[in-house]
């Protein structure tokens, strides 16, 4: 007889439920930091390890944000920025770089995210960045100071002898290319009391432009250490030698040799693990350019083209300023005059051309992005030519300069 088999009802398995995980001293970021979780039974995403080794390396108007990779593939690492607006993502990779040209400390953070996984923690912020203002002077003799002498030969007053009105002498730096001042100095960064050294009218004399009172009153005002770099090359026209199209030696293609300079200072800086940032550009020349109608014709175009060059060309923020010192030969022609009897027609043309030339640097303060102007036509200039500045002169010039573009400061 076959034996009658009864069925017996099962009962479903209860799973235990899952253990809460209590551990004192630490934060739940913490733990998840130090692994990556299984996914539960209840099929949730896994979290992804928080990033480590997030290091920043300084590079020529950018950063590059480096980290540790995970032991997983597919895995998108996202950079983002305190306080916010810089951020980059990659796929696999252990860095990627952002481009910066302002002053901003920023901080960085990493996170890790994964197609089926949670994004992780945000890795802890790097330590702030704090760049260095690089600002450019260049131009003709008045930006070298042909005749700003440090030690007034009727005074005796030595401007640039201790102590100093402020920090900037011994905070600042001061770089140059050695056109006008004597070869070897100044080719890296120098303490900005560094004498500059020329030799001209049978003597050696230390000059300087309108970088130290510039740097003296950004420092009185701002509290901001900066490095000059001082491109100029007396006696040298927009027209001709700073065109930026033009290649060659001194005194032609000084354009692409001040851009390759301050590119040179900027990786050196780098390297060594300082991040710059250029401040501004401080352009004081057009005096040769007055002395041809021609030239003084086409200065505005000409202007114009040098600005939007050393914007292209240069790693800088858009709205970084651009200072036009505006020159003013009035005095000089009327001189030259007496001297050479100048015609009165060739004395009204030269006039006419200063205006024209002054009238340039009005129009590209008015139309162009981020550009000041600086007047000279009251300052101070030595005699019998009147067309350069005194010390007192440039000193003057300088804390205009920084007057007019410290709040444009990036």
């Given at each position: 007889?076959?034996?009658?088999?009864?069925?017996?009802?099962?009962?479903?398995?209860?799973?235990?439920?899952?253990?809460?995980?209590?551990?004192?001293?630490?934060?739940?970021?913490?733990?998840?930091?130090?692994?990556?979780?299984?996914?539960?039974?209840?099929?949730?995403?896994?979290?992804?390890?928080?990033?480590?080794?997030?290091?920043?390396?300084?590079?020529?108007?950018?950063?590059?944000v480096?980290?540790?990779?995970?032991?997983?593939?597919?895995?998108?690492?996202?950079?983002t920025?305190?306080?916010?607006?810089?951020?980059?993502?990659?796929?696999d990779?252990?860095?990627?770089?952002?481009?910066?040209?302002v002053?901003?400390?920023?901080?960085?953070?990493?996170?890790?995210?994964?197609?089926?996984?949670?994004?992780?923690?945000?890795?802890?912020?790097?330590?702030?960045?704090?760049?260095?203002?690089?600002?450019?002077?260049?131009?003709?003799?008045?930006?070298?100071?042909?005749?700003?002498?440090?030690?007034?030969?009727?005074?005796?007053?030595?401007?640039?002898a201790?102590?100093?009105?402020?920090?900037?002498?011994?905070?600042?730096?001061?770089?140059?290319?050695?056109?006008?001042?004597?070869?070897?100095?100044?080719?890296?960064?120098?303490?900005?009391?560094?004498?500059?050294?020329?030799?001209?009218?049978?003597?050696?004399?230390?000059?300087?432009?309108?970088?130290?009172?510039?740097?003296?009153?950004?420092?009185?005002?701002?509290?901001?250490?900066?490095?000059?770099?001082?491109?100029?090359?007396?006696?040298?026209?927009?027209?001709?030698?700073?065109?930026?199209?033009?290649?060659?030696?001194?005194?032609?293609?000084?354009?692409?040799?001040?851009?390759?300079?301050?590119?040179?200072?900027?990786?050196?800086?780098?390297?060594?693990?300082?991040?710059?940032?250029?401040?501004?550009?401080?352009?004081?020349q057009?005096?040769?350019d007055?002395?041809?109608?021609?030239?003084?014709?086409?200065?505005?175009?000409?202007?114009?083209?040098?600005?939007?060059?050393?914007?292209?060309?240069?790693?800088?923020?858009?709205?970084a300023?651009?200072?036009?010192?505006?020159?003013d030969?009035?005095?000089?022609?009327?001189?030259?005059?007496?001297?050479?009897?100048?015609?009165?027609?060739?004395?009204?043309?030269?006039?006419?051309?200063?205006?024209?030339?002054?009238?340039?640097?009005?129009?590209?303060?008015?139309?162009?992005?981020?550009?000041?102007?600086?007047?000279?036509?009251?300052?101070p200039?030595?005699?019998?030519?009147?067309?350069?500045?005194?010390?007192?002169?440039?000193?003057?010039?300088?804390?205009?300069l920084?007057?007019?573009?410290?709040?444009?400061?990036?």
């Open positions: 007889m076959a034996r009658r088999i009864r069925a017996v009802a099962r009962r479903p398995k209860v799973l235990a439920a899952p253990r809460l995980l209590v551990t004192f001293g630490l934060t739940v970021a913490a733990i998840l930091s130090a692994v990556v979780l299984a996914p539960s039974r209840a099929g949730a995403s896994s979290v992804l390890a928080t990033p480590t080794g997030v290091t920043v390396t300084p590079g020529v108007g950018a950063v590059t480096s980290w540790t990779l995970l032991p997983l593939t597919s895995v998108v690492y996202t950079v920025s305190t306080p916010t607006g810089k951020t980059c993502s990659v796929i990779g252990s860095s990627c770089t952002i481009a910066d040209t002053s901003t400390p920023w901080q960085f953070r990493v996170t890790a995210a994964r197609s089926g996984s949670a994004t992780s923690l945000p890795s802890a912020a790097t330590p702030a960045l704090a760049p260095r203002l690089i600002l450019l002077e260049a131009g003709q003799s008045n930006a070298n100071g042909y005749e700003s002498y440090a030690l007034d030969p009727i005074t005796g007053t030595n401007y640039m201790a102590p100093y009105i402020n920090g900037a002498d011994s905070r600042d730096l001061i770089t140059w290319l050695p056109w006008s001042q004597l070869p070897g100095l100044g080719g890296t960064p120098v303490p900005l009391d560094t004498p500059q050294q020329a030799v001209y009218s049978g003597g050696t004399f230390t000059i300087f432009g309108p970088e130290i009172g510039l740097a003296r009153q950004l420092w009185t005002d701002k509290g901001r250490a900066v490095t000059v770099i001082k491109a100029a090359y007396t006696g040298t026209s927009l027209a001709v030698n700073w065109k930026p199209t033009r290649t060659g030696t001194a005194p032609l293609g000084l354009f692409s040799s001040t851009v390759a300079k301050v590119i040179a200072t900027m990786t050196a800086d780098a390297k060594a693990g300082q991040f710059d940032v250029i401040g501004g550009i401080y352009w004081y057009g005096e040769s007055v002395a041809k109608a021609g030239w003084a014709a086409k200065y505005q175009a000409n202007l114009t083209a040098l600005i939007q060059a050393f914007r292209a060309d240069l790693p800088m923020s858009p709205t300023p651009i200072a036009l010192v505006k020159t030969t009035s005095a000089y022609w009327p001189y030259l005059a007496t001297t050479v009897k100048l015609s009165p027609h060739k004395l009204q043309t030269y006039l006419n051309n200063n205006t024209l030339v002054r009238a340039a640097d009005d129009w590209a303060a008015a139309n162009l992005p981020a550009v000041v102007t600086a007047e000279t036509a009251d300052l200039r030595a005699t019998p030519s009147v067309i350069h500045l005194t010390n007192v002169g440039q000193l003057t010039l300088g804390a205009r920084a007057k007019a573009t410290e709040a444009l400061l990036p």
